[in-house]
């Protein structure tokens, strides 16, 4: 089997490496899991920015 090659930006390899430490953040994973089940139930803070 031939092997292919991709090529992409740094912007967007960066990317990919910061979305991988993420989802390796037991932590992090948790807040996120946490806030999508408060999004889900209505229960959001409005932000005056």
Do not use: A, F
């Amino acid at each position: 089997m031939k092997q292919g090659m991709i090529l992409i930006s740094r912007k967007e390899y960066e990317g990919m490496k910061e979305t991988i430490e993420v989802l390796q953040n037991p932590e992090i994973m948790k807040q996120i899991l946490e806030s999508e089940k408060n999004i889900s139930r209505g229960k959001l803070k409005k932000l005056n920015i």
